[in-house]
């Protein structure tokens, strides 16, 4: 066995045997990604840091018959560690001990006397304490700030910590100030002695598109054209390939299920497996690929290009008045997407308090989950109820209106939280707004595909299998002569009177893994049928929901309420938690929806009813 | 003077009953005792009140630093918060602010093994006039008093010179702009000698028009915590040259341009970083 192997798994590495580990450190947007993948190209592992919700990209290059492997560790702005990422960059660097870190790394800092005198007294106590110790006197800085991760490493030496103590409390509390303008002024003499600078004309030009990009007049126009055109390539190239592959999808489920019963297995078996489980997963991964293979792609272009954070500066005004950050435009962009990368899209808000605001309220955009069941009871209620011409008008604006309120509720709903349960939580406002980039293709279809659709359908397909077994035996397994899921949605009819709908919201309970399978659900139930079924196979929806049970144009309207505001999937759900890890903030994430849902189809009910409208 | 049953609850706001049984309980886990001159913390209950007062400064810290509360509202949140985390949670916190001496209000903060620092100084009532000093520490209670230094925009550090001082009005100069105070708010502002750190003088970067440059001169004391923390990584230390850059479509936040950088930064944060006006030059509009 190689004798380098144990010490490059504890560092994490996957590449097998490289010769030399390389560490990519520095600040954001400084082109570390652009190196990383200049020199690994495609042969790159991506995933997270172990532990943390931290993107984590390794990459392999020879040169020369030696293996280098490249850890391009997450953008810092400083190593005083403030951040999750400024911690993994810094425990990666000095625990980790890469065979070289390539970096602007400050040597010796020129900083105040006491300072300095401080940090030379601690360096010479570290030395003989750990003699051949690298940077003793960055080392006896970092103690002097009181940086933990340090103290512990050098728990050993308590009289070191002792005097640490007592020197930091000789300096004046600008300190950390001293160090950081040091910092600056050594990778000033770095930069003057090592960077060419040639003219201004990339800086002219890019000042000039950004003029545009965020002008009064043009800013916002510019943004909603492009937003809008990104749902509109995203919903008109997905339909066919959805219907191509829920035909395929489906097909195989009739072939398997006939299959079971050549070969004479028990029906409720061939039930179970095929009209479940498997029905379940088809239609999750039917109806959540082929957008998410789409859309994704595009936004990570304008991610690439350096224009999202360009909507973030210009609708940042909107969200401050919300306590929210303006990044948030960009996490509820992705929620129409998939709430759950959403969430994870969160990561980009490096102020706690604003993260956490952003992942509780991101299910208040409808994901395109949704975007099917709300499209389609506007036109079976709000545009059937018009002339031809208006009808597909009618039933766009009332999608557009939908998407309105749930972007009102989620202004209103980070203002509450933001002034109550999260008031406690950290918060610093930072946007940089990087130099506009030429999009990388190859990378971009990479991250997007891999990184965000694939991961996010895995998520959503673990959730799926059991959700689509257990509503095959809801559907099939009869108590005193009815199905578990009439019955169920028998108890929970007076709940669901009283918000202007029926017993069918049990097909929220049910369908809780994923949004897409909310109304098929609903379908089965109504038709007495044993699987879920779309509303393809109906002649007339509207005679079945109108005609047989009672719908009016309030529990079309509450139907599509509740599904905006109502709880969070069960892939978010899992997705907050694994971002958060806390049991309060996931309990939050998914109560506050819910709660939210209640009220409102509550209130318009009860106004119904006061109206006298139904 | 001494400490009674009658004065506690009148400090504490409380009957005397519910003190009686307080104390009683106090006395039980050997936490006070009485002396000669009425109650008195036992060493033990020496100990564990500085850790009291130890927690309830940090909580302090953090909520001004981090969270960002108003300096009037922390008093109150420090106080349910002080009693309910484990000590442990309580090293963490310190260390993640790194170690603060003094909580916003100017008052030292005990360390883990109960040292605290006695900086001498006197309440502004009795320091000699003309002579300049720095506010060492505003009591924060009663909490009507400490509304009415803070709306007048004392801090702790901000230089002072007393200007004239009678039994029944007090007037003092802070900063450059001159404030009448009642004796009995005045006494809640304790005084020592001025240290000789010069204060930046300045305007804020609010003051610059899109397509203003400056060089920065210090970020505003007031500034503390994860907010200080990202504009010093950001860049924006005294000496470098800032341009404000970008107006966005509702003129806040503005991007500046800083070591070749665009950053956002809201009017709240921009007002923290002070300019030097000498070395303005207006751009093109």
Known sequence: MDPGAPRTAALGIRTPNPDYVVALAGNPNTGKSTVFNALTGLRQHTGNWPGKTVARAEGVLEHRGRKYALVDLPGTYSLLSASVDEEIARDFILFGRPDCTIVTRPRRLEVGAPLARAADELAVMLDRAYPGLPSARWIGMRLLDGDQRVREAVRGGADILARADALRRTLDGAFRDRLVEAIYAEAQRIAARAVRQTGRAR????????????????????MLATLALVFWITVSLANVPSELLAGFLFWIEEQGAAAFGRLGVPAWIAGLIWHGTYRGLAWVVSVMLPPMAIFFPLFTILEDLGYLPRVAFNLDRLFRRAGAHGKQALTMSMGFGCNAAGVIATRIIDSPRERLIAILTNTFVPCNGRFPTLILLASVFVAAALPAHLAALAAAGSVVLVVLIGVIVTLVASWGMSRTVLRGEPSAFTLELPPFRRPDVIRILYTSLIDRTLFVLMRAVKVAVPAGTIIWILGNVPLGGRSLSALAAGLLDPLGRAVGLDGVIMAFVIAIPANEIVLPTVLMVYAGAGMMIGPEGFDNLRDLLVGD????????????????????????????????????????GALVPLGVAFAVTFATATLARILGWI | ????????????????????????????????????????????GND?????????????????????????????????????????ELDALDAGLGHPPHDPHGDPIPTASGDLERKPSVSLTRWPVGVPGEIAHIEDEPAAAYEQILAMGLRPGAQIRVI???????????????????????????????AHIPTPVGVPLTALRVGDRATVSALDASCQGLTRRRLLDLGVTPGVTIEAALPNPFGDPLAYRVRGTLIALRSEQAQHVIVDPTTITRGAH
């Open chain 1, 203 to 222: 800086v002219d030009a890019d000042h000039w598109v950004d003029r545009v990009l965020t002008s009064r007049i043009f800013g916002l126009p510019i």
């Open chain 1, 549 to 588: 049970h009672g719908w009016t144009l309030l529990t079309a309207v509450n139907l599509m309420l509740f599904s905006l505001l109502h709880n969070p999937c069960g892939t978010t759900i899992w997705t907050i938690w694994a971002e958060t890890r806390s049991p309060r903030w996931t309990a939050l």
């Open chain 2, 1 to 44: 003077m001494p400490v009674t049953l009658e004065s506690l609850a009148a400090r504490l706001g409380r009957r005397t009953g519910a003190v009686l049984r307080l104390v009683e309980r106090m006395h039980a886990d050997g936490l006070v005792e009485t002396g000669p001159s009425g109650l008195r913390l036992t060493a033990t």
């Open chain 2, 48 to 88: 564990w009140a500085l850790q009291v007062v130890r927690a309830h400064r940090l909580w302090e810290r953090y909520l001004s630093d981090q969270a960002g509360w108003p300096l009037a509202d922390l008093h109150a949140e420090a106080d349910r918060r002080e009693h309910s985390r484990p000590p442990g």
């Open chain 2, 164 to 194: 004239e001082s009678t039994p029944s009005r007090l007037l003092a100069e802070v900063d450059l702009a001159q404030h009448s105070l009642a004796p009995i708010v005045a006494a809640g502002v304790a005084v020592r000698p001025a």
